[in-house]
């Protein structure tokens, strides 16, 4: 089997690595570049949990072959904190306990942040569509749907 | 596997062409990664359509759009200028999978991976879209209808691609709306599915008309008899009820854990007649 090398940037950092073909982004962060945030669920593009940004847009990092990476802007969780200062979505999440086992945490982050960037002042409706895609099992969404109402408002008054 | 992004449709076509074994085209890869993972498939080529030149353009041409083969759902949805001209043809693609899912997903895998549900056909095939198809030999066009044979199964030959759709221009006072019943409103796969594309006279009377179903046969169905229930009408409640029988009767859908046979039968009628009105008040009429 032929590896491929793959030169992008993720989190603003160029990094390189080298990756067999069929080997999805998702296994190339985890277990090549100890990005360990994105989690496998269902690793098949229904949960969500694996959510990173691929030049801007939100995807699913399983459903991606690292080989397409080449030159791409990636962006996951561990992007949204600047050095120990958490994104206004990470602390609201803290404050709403919007959270309990956690595995689907890392990737509502990502697609809230993505949905706030489009959409400062979204309506609990917006959000409940946008997040769609991102299964939790805990919390029941109600407490989701808060914190990110209450990381928008904080984000719309900074 | 190899994993090749050729930069021409020339060099991807032949790429596929020459191949021995298994190859598959990649484009936003949400139905081949899955296969992938789930085994169906063990390719010993990928080849990576997005860096083919224009392939992620949306391009005017002759009053419509030339929409590229690795244009995103989430990138077509935010044009404002396809979604004015057709958006039932927009709301079909963009119902498809979650915001994820449509960071990456395009109409024209959605087309190729050939299922009998794919949101994005019945109203491409409305639209009159025509694909662009580039092979060994050359391009060719092929209206977006004769496309899917069956589940799974499509009319592209070995090494041919799809590289483009073609929305075209449409005529003055004309709308199309896309309309599919699932049983949650998002993340589900259509149980039964109706497109239709009308374009009226100065008196609001129906003078061009296309119903198209999908999810209730193996391949998405142009009904020429509910189109004609609507000609020369101004969708009064017996052009509508003759529009919905007319696609009732053209189904011939599978019963599964999704749907039964009389069910689907059934709301693909009631969904051709409110995808009708969506349709015949965006092409201007009242009623």
């Excluded at chain 2, 580039?134 to 199964?153: F, K, Q, S």
Aim: aromatic share 2%.
């Amino acid at each position: 089997m032929k590896t491929i090398h793959v030169a992008t940037t993720v989190n603003g950092d160029a990094v390189e690595f080298i990756c067999a073909p069929e080997e999805s982004l998702l296994d190339v962060l985890r277990n090549r570049l100890g990005l360990t945030g994105a989690k496998e669920g269902c690793g098949s593009g229904d949960c969500g949990a694996c959510s990173i940004t691929l030049d801007g847009r939100l995807v699913c990092s399983c459903l991606v072959l690292a080989a397409e990476a080449e030159g791409a802007e990636i962006g996951t969780i561990e992007g949204l904190a600047i050095g120990d200062a958490l994104h206004p979505l990470q602390q609201a999440f803290i404050d709403h306990a919007a959270l309990q086992c956690g595995i689907c945490t890392p990737g509502i982050l990502v697609a809230a942040k993505a949905l706030l960037e489009r959409n400062p002042d979204p309506t609990d409706t917006e959000i409940r569509y946008w997040l769609a895609g991102n299964l939790c099992r805990c919390t029941g969404y109600d407490k989701i749907i808060r914190a990110v109402q209450d990381a928008a408002k904080k984000m719309r008054a900074a | 596997m190899r994993y090749a992004k050729p930069e021409t449709a020339t060099d991807a076509a032949r790429l596929l062409a020459a191949e021995p074994g298994v190859a598959r085209v990649l484009a936003g890869g949400t139905d081949l990664l899955v296969q992938l993972k789930a085994g169906l498939v063990e390719p010993d080529l990928i080849v990576d359509i997005k860096h083919i030149a224009g392939l992620r353009d949306i391009t005017p041409e002759a009053g419509g759009f030339r929409i590229g083969a690795a244009v995103s759902g989430a990138q077509l949805g935010e044009h404002a200028g396809v979604r004015a001209l057709w958006p039932g043809v927009v709301e079909g693609v963009t119902l498809i999978g979650s915001t994820q899912v449509q960071g990456r997903a395009t109409m024209a895998g959605n087309l190729c991976n050939g299922s009998p549900a794919a949101d994005s056909v019945p109203a491409l095939v409305a639209a009159g879209a025509v694909a662009q198809i580039a092979g060994p030999d050359g391009a060719r066009d092929c209206p977006v209808l004769e496309i899917p044979l069956g589940p799974g199964r499509i009319a592209l030959a070995k090494g041919e691609i799809i590289i483009s759709i073609l929305l075209p221009a449409r005529p003055a006072r004309s709308g199309d709306a896309y309309l599919r019943f699932t049983p949650r409103s998002e993340m589900d796969i259509g149980v039964a599915s109706a497109a239709v594309a009308l374009t009226l006279d100065d008196g609001g009377r129906v003078v061009a008309a296309r119903v198209v179903l999908g999810a209730v046969a193996p391949t998405v169905r142009l009904v020429a008899p509910a189109a004609e229930a609507l000609i020369g009408t101004r969708l009064e409640d017996g052009a509508l009820a003759a529009l919905a029988a007319a696609c009732s009767a053209a189904c011939s859908p599978i019963d599964d854990k999704r749907g039964t046979i009389a069910f689907r039968t059934e709301v693909a009628g009631v969904l051709a007649r409110r995808a009708a009105v969506i349709a015949y008040h965006r092409a201007g009429g009242r009623k």
